[in-house]
């Protein structure tokens, strides 16, 4: 498995976001020599299959590889593999204070767990050891995890090893580089031996794997042969229940791929289940499905909660209470609606937020927790009477699960106020009142009966169907078709750091007036969205949008439609000539530039190319370029005075000679120099594009 960051880069995300959205800041672009650092949290991100940077020169390979250490109970080895790019100056690897060195090459050591490279090879490397049994808490709310044994009677275990298993943290390290040019980044993490990974998570042992792929994330059930007895069901069965979930749960943030491993239940666990990073999830193999309290859910919501993260939105303490509120009401729902419990069942587990000590807290207020699941407890019920009264409110138009997609749409600290004005703009002011009310007061609502749940729960909103509005993107005042590669895939390439305008139509096929949600999705992660009024029958298409700010593949989504984005930096595509005819002319006279361009990739390229010229550029045009295919772009020009001017598109450069004077076949005239002009290209491609997640 891979997963690709480019590094060094803000994303800017479309315009049409919450009222919680703070801007970020963007690049300068600039290519001098700067500092620049990799966070510990997005190195140990999801991984993603995305393709590198453009060209592998510009692209910091690392290879991280875990070995099992049956003999040494409670540690493991951990290799990191190098790949250093020229624009790589200079760069400095922290591991941690409780990283053990073992071995290094090309590194030297630079401070307690810090690195750093000697430049003597491009390849080097540094091999660890690592603690592997751990406790406290890990996940969602960021806060320092705990390494030790529980020998001192501690609080059960998050990650462990046994020697004849283990599941582990994969490591995650910072780095600070110096660069002279834009650089990528790429992670492959393997298991040396026996076990299983996705990036965030890896198991030491024999395991068996079970794949389930539903609306473009794939479903990774990893059971272990030391769990294989224990399993709560049919591995099959969850697996189904997992892709079921994915389908039903209609929130943004979907992952390409989630990995859940069914740990065995020999050990002292703390949890009954842990989710880290974009994806990755283990559950005690002997949870049960058929409970209100189904882990697997739970740690499955998890991994839909993309506002949760700390580089895109985060929470606060005012919010903090939604992370495992919405987890642990959507688990029930979702058994309930998929018939694994009974009312009773589901109305029981909610209405354990009315008893004491969890309803004598104040959500919003964590320090008036006096039960630290007061969260878990009074919040799914707090969660469950704002979306029953929200449906209500809206005749079933809008529900709790279309706010968490707004969620998931924005940028900035999720503040209380900013939680509330959300409530208030899908269901009016008195929906507002009562989330006040039991957020930001010690009140507690009465678990519903089953009759008012049929009244709010049954209620059907308007029926809306989604999908692209046109054949082409909109970029730079161009269009840019999307086209059906041989593989029956859609694909589309569009301009780097350029507004691409999607056109998401809508049209309300049910019997009733209502809300719809057109939404676009990049990589799983709504970026733009409208919510506009559509009477029965109508049909309406919203223009959203959404700027990549750096080179990738970058999967679309539009309802049930998926388009595969190229966007691609000017390395690649190849200018490969450059004409000017005639070579000389008086001044006024025009002269025809013709520039060839080649797509050397694998995949759709689009480009806007300029001709550049002492006086500016000139004669912008957009081209779009199949895998190994060539066009030329032609540009007239006339310059009014005499001289040599040099003009250029891509690397390629000519000289045109205005001469006035009756020796025109000379080379040069003295008293005219060349002046050197710079060509501004705006590209985009597949293969070799940087991944998904920014830092």
């Not at 161009?478 to 029956?488: A, H, L, Q």
């Not at 080649?598 to 004669?619: D, F, H, Q, R, Y």
């Amino acid at each position: 498995m891979k997963r690709a960051v480019a590094v060094f880069l803000v994303v800017l995300l479309a315009s049409s976001l919450p009222a919680f959205v703070a801007a970020g800041a963007a690049s300068d672009g600039s290519g001098s020599t700067a500092e620049s650092s990799q966070s510990t949290l997005d190195d140990t991100a999801a991984m993603t299959t995305a393709d590198t940077a453009s060209s592998g020169e510009d692209v910091l390979h690392r290879t991280t590889t875990l070995r099992h250490l049956s003999d040494q109970p409670g540690e493991f080895e951990t290799e990191i593999e190098f790949e250093v790019p020229s624009p790589i100056v200079g760069f400095e690897i922290d591991l941690g204070e409780r990283a053990a060195l073992e071995e290094a090459d090309g590194f030297e050591t630079a401070g307690e767990g810090t690195y750093r490279w000697t430049e003597e090879t491009d390849e080097p490397s540094i091999r660890v050891r690592m603690p592997a049994n751990q406790t406290g808490e890990v996940g969602h709310i960021p806060e320092p995890v705990q390494f030790h044994d529980l020998s001192d009677g501690g609080e059960g275990y998050t990650f462990v090893d046994t020697g004849e298993w283990g599941i582990v943290q994969v490591p995650g390290i910072s780095i600070s580089a110096r660069q002279t040019a834009e650089v990528g980044f790429e992670e492959e993490v393997v298991v040396d031996g026996p076990g299983a990974t996705g990036g965030e998570i890896a198991f030491f042992g024999a395991v068996a794997e079970h794949e389930r792929t539903t609306d473009g994330e794939t479903i990774r059930l990893i059971v272990p042969e030391a769990a294989e007895a224990d399993l709560a069901d049919d591995p099959e069965i969850i697996v189904d229940l997992l892709g079921w979930a994915s389908e039903r749960l209609n929130v943004g943030a979907r992952s390409e791929e989630v990995f859940v491993v069914a740990v065995p239940p020999t050990v002292d666990w703390g949890p009954q289940g842990v989710q880290v990073g974009d994806g990755n999830a283990w559950v005690v193999a002997d949870s049960p499905l058929e409970s209100p309290a189904n882990v697997w859910l739970h740690e499955y919501v998890h991994t839909r909660q993309g506002y949760v993260d700390p580089e895109t939105v985060g929470t606060t303490d005012e919010t903090r209470w939604l992370v495992e509120a919405q987890a642990e009401y959507y688990a029930a729902t979702l058994a309930f609606e998929k018939g694994l419990i009974e009312f009773e069942e589901f109305a029981h587990f909610l209405e354990g937020g009315e008893r004491s000590p969890y309803a004598d807290g104040t959500l919003a207020q964590p320090d008036t927790w006096s039960h630290d699941r007061t969260d878990y407890v009074k919040g799914r019920l707090v969660y469950g009477e704002i979306d029953r009264r929200l449906r209500l409110a809206t005749d079933g138009d809008r529900t709790a699960a279309d706010v968490f997609r707004v969620l998931n749409a924005g940028e900035g600290r999720l503040t209380g106020a900013s939680y509330l004005e959300l409530l208030e703009v899908a269901g009016g002011g008195e929906v507002r009142s009562i989330a006040e009310e039991y957020t930001e007061t010690d009140a507690t609502p009465e678990m519903w009966s089953q009759q008012a749940h049929g009244e709010a729960f049954d209620l059907q909103g308007a029926t809306i169907e989604y999908d692209l509005g046109a054949e082409a993107l909109t970029a730079a005042g161009e269009s840019w078709p999307v086209v059906t590669d041989d593989d029956g895939g859609r694909v589309v390439a569009v301009p780097v750091d350029e507004s691409v305008s999607v056109p998401v139509a809508a049209r309300n096929v049910g019997d009733r007036e209502g809300t719809a949600d057109p939404t676009l999705e990049i990589d799983g992660r709504v970026v733009d969205y409208a919510q506009p009024e559509l009477a029965a029958g109508d049909r309406t298409t919203e223009n959203l949008t959404w700027t990549p700010s750096e080179p990738g593949t970058f999967d679309l989504r539009v309802g049930d439609e998926r388009v595969t984005v190229f966007v691609g930096s000017s390395a690649s595509v190849t200018v490969t000539e450059l004409s000017i005819a005639p070579e000389t002319v008086a001044p006024g006279d025009p002269l025809t530039v013709t520039a060839t361009i080649e797509n050397e990739g694998e995949n759709p390229v689009a480009a806007i190319l300029s001709v550049e010229t002492p006086e500016g550029s000139v004669g912008a045009q957009s081209v779009s370029l199949e895998s190994g295919e060539t066009t030329t772009i032609t540009e007239e020009l006339r310059f009014d005075d005499d001289g040599e001017y040099e003009v250029a598109v891509g690397e390629q450069t000519g000289v045109a000679v205005v001469d006035s004077s009756p020796l025109a076949e000379l080379d040069s005239i003295p008293g005219f120099g060349l002046v050197t002009a710079v060509v501004a290209v705006a590209v985009v491609v597949g293969a070799g594009a940087i991944g998904r997640r920014w830092i």
